[in-house]
């Protein structure tokens, strides 16, 4: 079975602070794909970043990043400098390469607060 | 490019009635998942459509069904509608057929059963 565990259920900070936003996953499989979706008020999903599973090549673009750890199954999400427009709650999420479906099994969500 | 269209946004129902809930993917567009949304259980995947087929279910009770059309919309539908249904019901739709493709999602229809 697969699994996504968001830890911190809820983050605040005060603007221009750095967090990052922690992403543990479980699967079985060999190849995957891994995600990161951020949900503001309006409610939909919008899409940050996907990772293959053999591609370990950490990512930077603008102020965010990505850390991803094979080895710890680890996909950690970095914003610098935080700004209160980034305030929305983060989704991690993971999917199957092989079977044809397109399922996204979801973390359940960190809250980020960003403060002025 | 128009984005996913969820209809009705908003809606109020009581318990023991049933709801339809419309999905517009992007055009071009062949595949439809649908996800429930809730504060204690997350997202929760409901079920996916490509061409017209359902491709994979989620672990839902039978009470919810859906539908996709040969134009790629799909609308899903609960029926004898209980108090735990309540939540925000998002359709994301993909090219599809490749596997690879990100998911695109809606704004959602947000149901409330009283």
């Known amino acids: 079975a697969q699994k996504v565990t968001q830890a911190q259920t809820e983050i605040s900070v005060v603007e221009k602070e750095d967090v990052t936003l922690d992403c543990v996953y479980e699967?079985?499989?060999?190849?995957?794909?891994l995600f990161w979706y951020k949900q503001p008020p309006s409610g939909e999903l919008v899409f940050l970043i996907r990772?293959?599973?053999?591609?370990?090549q950490n990512e930077i673009s603008g102020r965010y990043s990505w850390n991803f750890q094979k080895s710890t199954s680890s996909f950690n999400f970095t914003i610098t400098a935080s700004q209160v427009v980034d305030s929305a709650v983060y989704f991690c999420?993971?999917?199957?390469?092989?079977?044809?479906?397109?399922?996204?099994?979801f973390g359940k969500g960190t809250k980020l607060t960003v403060n002025p | 490019k128009a984005g996913v269209t969820q209809t009705p946004r908003y809606l109020i129902k009581t318990r023991g009635q049933q709801v339809t809930l419309s999905c517009s993917p992007i055009?071009?567009?062949?595949?439809v998942s649908w996800y429930q949304q809730t504060p204690g259980q997350g997202l929760q995947f409901l079920f996916e459509?490509?061409?017209?087929?359902?491709?994979n279910k989620g672990n839902f009770p039978g009470r919810f069904s859906g539908r996709q059309f040969s134009n790629s919309r799909s609308e899903m539908n609960v029926s004898t509608l209980e108090l735990g249904d309540s939540a925000l019901y998002l359709c994301a739709s993909s090219l599809g057929g490749s596997n690879t493709g990100e998911l695109f999602f809606g704004e959602g229809s947000r149901l409330t059963v009283l």
């Open positions: 999420a993971l999917r199957r390469t092989q079977g044809g479906s397109e399922k996204l099994v």
């Open positions: 990772r293959n599973s053999f591609d370990e």
């Open positions: 055009s071009g567009h062949r595949s």
């Open positions: 699967t079985r499989d060999t190849t995957y794909y």
């Open positions: 459509y490509f061409s017209e087929t359902q491709r």
